[in-house]
C-alpha cells in the first residue's frame, strides 16, 4: 500500500483537527519509516523479485521488527506516549495511534502473506497486489475519500494553502501511477535511500501547507 497511508493521515485531521497533518501522515507512514533503516542496519531484508507480486517486484524476506502485528503496536504506543506527553492533545494522540496500527491493516490487505503477526510468528497477507486494477481501485479511492474528509474540515487561509495542498494531492497520484509502471528499483539501497528521501519531504511538505490551512467553520 502506498497512497492508502495518506489517506488515514488525511482522513485523521477530521478527530484530531489540531494536530499538524504532518504528524498524523507521519503515524500512518512511520512502519515505512523504519524500515528502510532497518534494512540499512542489516535486521530486516527485503530483495528486488519481479512478479512477486504483480504490482509490486520485492520480496519481503524478513521484516518483523517494522511490519508485525504485536511491533506496529508498540511503535504506535510508543508514538502516541510521545505525542501525548508533548501536547497533552487526547484525540491527536489517538489518532496517531490508530494511524501507526492502520499501516499493518493495510499492508496486510496488500502484501502477499509475508506479514509477521509476531516476531517469528505466522505470516499472513491478502495479496491485494497481485491484482493491478484492484489496487489501484482501492488506493484511488481511499485517497479520494481522505482528501474529501480533510479538505471537508479545512480550508486554505492563503494561496500556499491552497496551492501547495492540491500540488501535493497531485504528486501522490502521479508519483504512484509512474511508481507502478516504471522497471524495478535497479537495487536495495536505491530503493531504500529513494524510500527515505520521499517520506522526508512528503512530511515536511505536509507540515507546510496543513500550517497554512485552517478549520472550516461549521454551517
Ligand atoms: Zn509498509
Known amino acids: 500500500m502506498f497512497i492508502g497511508h495518506f489517506a488515514v493521515g488525511f482522513a485523521a485531521k477530521r478527530v484530531a483537527p489540531r494536530t499538524n497533518l504532518a504528524v498524523l501522515i507521519a503515524a500512518a507512514l512511520f512502519l515505512d519509516i523504519l524500515w528502510p533503516i532497518f534494512v540499512l542496519l542489516g535486521w530486516e531484508k527485503v530483495r528486488i523479485d519481479p512478479g512477486n507480486t504483480r504490482f509490486v517486484p520485492l520480496a519481503f524476506i524478513h521484516y518483523p521488527w517494522s511490519h508485525s502485528l504485536a511491533m506496529s503496536m508498540l511503535w504506535a504506543s510508543g508514538f502516541a506516549l510521545v505525542y501525548y506527553a508533548s501536547t497533552r492533545y487526547r484525540p491527536g494522540a489517538l489518532m496517531v495511534w ?17 506479514m509477521p503477526l509476531y516476531p517469528g510468528g505466522p505470516r499472513v497477507g491478502l495479496a491485494l497486489w497481485n491484482s493491478i486494477p484492484g489496487t489501484i481501485a482501492v488506493e484511488t479511492l481511499l485517497l479520494a ?13 492563503d494561496r500556499v494553502g491552497h496551492y501547495a495542498f492540491w500540488a501535493y494531492v497531485f504528486f501522490l497520484v502521479s508519483a504512484y501511477i509512474v511508481d507502478g509502471f516504471s522497471a524495478p528499483p535497479s537495487s536495495v539501497d536505491q530503493l531504500v535511500v529513494v524510500g527515505v528521501i520521499a517520506s522526508a519531504v512528503l512530511i515536511l511538505w505536509a507540515w507546510w501547507f496543513d500550517r497554512h490551512r485552517e478549520p472550516r467553520p461549521v454551517r
Request: glycine share 24%; aromatic share 10%; hydrophobic share 40%.
Open 98 to 114: 490508530g494511524g501507526v496500527v492502520s499501516h499493518w491493516i493495510l499492508d496486510w490487505i496488500s502484501h502477499g502473506p509475508d
Open 145 to 157: 475519500g481522505g482528501v474529501g474528509l480533510y479538505v471537508a474540515v479545512t480550508r486554505g487561509r
